[in-house]
Each structure stands twice: as structure tokens, then as C-alpha cells.
């Protein structure tokens, strides 16, 4: 199994930018596809970002696109999520999520679906005052 730290969270003024990081260790990193969600109090875990595990594709929710950068780095085994033109409603613990699904890496692609994610960090709590 694959053991994922994040990083980078924290509180910044609307409209500034964040970069999370997420470190993992354990099995082959290349092997997975990775993904950002986030959740806020009282409501369901949210796809944010997801990359596959070349890098060469990625996917956003509607609601980050043009803002907000997932990249990954398999030589240092990180992913990361830039946050730019960040907004009041970005407010939320963000989580970040490894995908082993063998068809998903032949495929090249990453999924958006929290349940196909099988190991997850402790989460980061990133703040966006308005």
C-alpha cells in the first residue's frame, strides 16, 4: 500500500494562491493515478483534480478549472495542487488520493469517483477569508 502526506494548506485572502503538496511513500507512486478532493462540514468528500499516473493526462471540476494546476513528480514520488485566483467557497479540507485500478493505469487515465481512490492522506485545511 502507498502512505499519503499532505501539505501546503493554510489561510490566504481571497483572490491569492496556495500550493499543496502530497508526499507519498511506500509502494511504486508510478503506479497510481492521483487525485485532490475536498470537504467542508456536513457535506460528501468532493473531486477537485486527478491526474494520471504518467502525468500526461488530467481532469478538473468545473468549478477549479482555469484556477487551479495538478501536476505529479514520480522521481520524488509528490503530486501537487497549484491553487490560483482562490475564492471564499475554495474554503475546505482538501485530500489527496491514490487510484490502483490496473485498467485505469493501462488506460493512462485517472478516475473522478471518490470510490475508486483506496488510500487517502489525513487531509489539509485551506482557507480562503473573503
Known amino acids: 500500500q502507498v502512505q499519503l502526506e499532505e501539505s501546503g494548506g493554510g489561510l490566504v485572502q481571497a483572490g491569492g494562491s496556495l500550493r499543496l503538496s502530497c508526499a507519498a511513500s511506500?509502494?511504486?507512486?508510478?503506479?497510481?493515478?492521483m487525485g485532490w478532493f475536498r470537504q467542508t462540514p456536513g457535506k460528501e468528500r468532493r473531486f477537485v483534480a486527478a491526474?494520471?499516473?504518467?502525468?500526461?493526462?488530467?481532469g478538473y471540476a468545473d468549478f477549479v478549472k482555469g484556477r487551479f494546476t495538478i501536476s505529479r513528480d514520480n522521481a520524488k514520488n509528490t503530486v501537487s495542487l497549484q491553487m490560483n485566483s482562490l475564492k471564499p467557497e475554495d474554503t475546505a479540507v482538501y485530500y489527496c488520493?491514490?487510484?490502483?485500478?490496473?485498467?485505469?493505469?493501462?488506460?493512462?487515465?485517472?478516475?473522478?469517483?471518490?470510490?475508486?481512490?483506496?488510500?487517502w492522506g489525513q487531509g489539509t485545511q485551506v482557507t480562503v477569508s473573503s
Open positions: 491526474i494520471s499516473w504518467s502525468g500526461y493526462n488530467a
Open positions: 511506500g509502494r511504486t507512486f508510478s503506479n497510481y493515478a
Open positions: 488520493a491514490a487510484d490502483s485500478n490496473l485498467v485505469t493505469y493501462n488506460r493512462g487515465s485517472y478516475s473522478t469517483a471518490n470510490s475508486e481512490y483506496e488510500y
